[in-house]
């Protein structure tokens, strides 16, 4: 009995760093973000190379450096999956009956759950929410970035004296600094409180929605 309850606490301490370890490749928000900033990264390469515009080194390896954090996402689900399985012999649940919701409050549920990755510039500016023109900046690594949102949800970036032009925050950011960036959080808003983002008008349409 005692030899048991050894392998027991052995087992524990494993699985507890284990667990430790893939966690964070548990997350389905730090996933969506990765999937989005690859996007982004594809079409700025894309862009670039329309445009006979050499493309950084740096931008090729943060591209391969989220590909293989996007494949630990899916090995991290794998391991998951295996544990579940290991475990499902030893676990024991009664049966509970299924409550039913009403549908208003299914239908609330699903407005709560949508996406972040919907809300686009376009659909800000359709909403009568975001002012346009609307000039963004950012202080990087010592350099001044400035970027201007046109009336047709575009993000206008001069980057080596060449202007670019992106669909999104996170693209622009990406471009401008070589790195993984949330755009939404990264961009300032020019003329308005400081440290104020481009994520406010992001929360401001959640507040919208949420009143019909």
Request: overall charge positive; proline content about 4%.
């Amino acid at each position: 009995m005692k030899q048991w309850l050894d392998h027991i606490v052995q087992l524990k301490e494993i699985l507890h760093n284990l667990k430790q370890e893939i966690a964070p490749y548990w997350a389905t928000e730090s996933r969506k973000e990765k999937q989005a900033q690859l996007q982004s990264i594809d079409k700025t390469i894309t862009n670039m190379q329309k445009s006979n515009t050499s493309v950084p080194d740096e931008l090729r390896e943060l591209k391969f450096k989220l590909l293989k954090e996007l494949d630990l996402f899916k090995e991290a689900d794998a391991t998951k999956v295996e544990l579940q399985e290991l475990f499902a012999p030893y676990q024991h649940k009664p049966r509970r009956k299924k409550e039913k919701e009403p549908k208003k409050l299914n239908k609330q549920a699903k407005k709560d759950q949508k996406s972040e990755s919907r809300i686009t510039l376009k659909y800000l500016i359709d909403a009568q929410l975001l002012p346009v023109p609307l000039n963004l900046s950012k202080k990087y690594k010592g350099k001044i970035y400035h970027a201007i949102i046109t009336q047709q949800g575009h993000i206008e970036l001069q980057i080596n004296g060449s202007k670019q032009i992106f669909d999104s925050p996170s693209a622009a950011a990406v471009a401008a600094s070589n790195k993984s960036q949330n755009g939404w959080t990264w961009w300032n808003i020019e003329g308005q409180p400081k440290d104020r983002t481009l994520d406010y008008y992001r929360q401001k349409i959640k507040d919208h929605e949420a009143q019909r």
